[in-house]
């Protein structure tokens, strides 16, 4: 490979880690050619894209975004190095590991790190949490759930309460001064 395509590699996965807020960084040298295929189909099938690039083209497009990635630089840049990028959900790609560990051994393909719009993940430990992360729509939801309840709570008691509320009402209405 030349000077001028690795340059045009780092510059077209430099853009892609620019555009793309989550990124997972695996390795699938366990992985024979049919579940590195399949591996890839369930990617598809997700939404995700999975690509395996040499470590140093790698680092060599995180410099370029600007960004502080220098902590995969020590454990995660080693060995076989394939990133599945995740361009709406941050959990789909580690529910993914999970469950392709579940079919094909767990030895088949080891989580390495992961960059969610900006925190680093980094380690097996990790896959958990990231598994766990609500997404945006999610949190969303659950804060308009959570200031809507207030609200809902005071229309049901004047609802339910209607009747002995006119009571009470007319009762202070009639009483002499």
Do not use: H, W
């Amino acid at each position: 490979m030349t000077r001028e395509e690795k340059n045009q590699i780092i510059d077209e996965l430099s853009e892609k880690f620019a555009v793309t807020p989550y990124f997972y960084i695996a390795s699938t040298a366990g992985l024979t050619v049919a579940q590195a295929t399949e591996f890839r189909r369930m990617c598809f099938s997700r939404g995700l894209e999975y690509k395996v690039f040499k470590n140093t083209l790698i680092a060599k497009a995180l410099e370029k975004t600007g960004n502080d990635y220098s902590a995969f630089n020590e454990g995660v840049l080693k060995g076989m190095s394939g990133i599945i990028f995740s361009p709406e959900n941050a959990k789909v790609p580690a529910k993914l590991i999970k469950d392709f560990r579940k079919e094909a051994g767990k030895d088949k393909i080891a989580f390495k790190g992961a960059s969610i719009e900006g925190g680093l993940y980094i380690g097996e430990d990790q896959l958990t949490a990231l598994e766990n992360i609500k997404s945006k729509n999610e949190m969303i939801g659950e804060v308009i759930g959570l200031l809507q309840s207030p609200a809902k709570n005071v229309i049901s008691a004047l609802t339910s309460g209607e009747k002995k509320l006119a009571g009470i009402v007319k009762t202070l209405g009639e009483r002499p001064e």
